[in-house]
């Protein structure tokens, strides 16, 4: 009974491909996130849905594209892959009160 | 530009000893106020958070927010060597549920 859960936990990939990664959470929260963490550890927010309603777009290249179909879900679709999409992407649900809870993330490599 | 800063570390302390963390933020209209622990290769984890002024214990571990020097501190008692980890800061920015993140401090605890 995971919290907040991601598929797939490792991707690895070449450059030009197309690829997806889910998120489902199982809290009942509204809000759901998108998180980028470099090989510099530093967390950035890229996307954030609440109730299905995109509510944060960070400026992220318009290849990373969200999808909400319900708020339990959320998913992230990345087009056209570059090496230095290669990081870990994480997921996360969040309160009313901004506690945000992640999953435990999907290391992509393009090669 | 809000911004959260933490000392980057990395910061070693004896087991059994006070592990103090700090952390300021830019935005005096924060009220939110995170501290999370991420182990090398995992999620971050949820481990404290305040909204008041004053300290807030749990455990071993004590949050301190001071909103008129715009800090919050964690300071983790009779440290463990399964405390080493990253520990980030994070604040509320605005009420869009986004949250501002501290690039982390690196805590050894020494056995």
């Known amino acids: 009974d995971t919290a907040v859960s991601q598929t797939p936990k490792y991707l690895v990939t070449q450059m030009g491909n197309d690829k997806s990664i889910k998120c489902e959470q199982n809290?009942?929260?509204?809000?759901m996130y998108w998180y980028k963490q470099d090989s510099k550890k530093f967390l950035k927010i890229m996307f954030s849905?609440?109730?299905?309603?995109?509510?944060i777009n960070e400026t992220v290249p318009n290849r990373f594209s969200p999808k909400s179909p319900d708020k339990a879900h959320l998913n992230l679709h990345i087009n056209s892959l570059e090496l230095g999409d290669s990081a870990v992407y994480f997921c996360?649900?969040?309160?009313?009160?901004?506690?945000?809870?992640f999953g435990p993330g999907t290391r992509l490599t393009v090669t | 530009q809000k911004e959260v800063e933490q000392n980057s570390g990395p910061l070693s302390v004896p087991e059994g000893a006070i592990a103090s963390l700090n952390c300021t933020y830019s935005d005096r209209g924060s009220q939110s106020f995170f501290w999370y622990r991420q182990y090398s290769g995992k999620s971050p984890e949820l481990i404290m958070f305040?909204?008041s002024n004053g300290d807030k214990e749990d455990g071993r571990f004590t949050a301190q927010l001071n909103k008129a020097s715009q800090y919050v501190s964690l300071l983790i008692r009779d440290s463990q060597p399964s405390d080493s980890a990253t520990y980030l800061c994070?604040?509320?920015?605005?009420?869009?549920?986004?949250?501002?993140w501290g690039l982390g401090t690196s805590l050894a605890v020494n056995p």
């Open positions: 994070a604040v509320n920015a605005g009420n869009n549920r986004k949250l501002i």
């Open positions: 809290l009942g929260h509204d809000t």
């Open positions: 305040i909204y």
């Open positions: 996360a649900s969040g309160t009313l009160s901004y506690e945000q809870y």
């Open positions: 849905y609440n109730n299905k309603e995109l509510i």
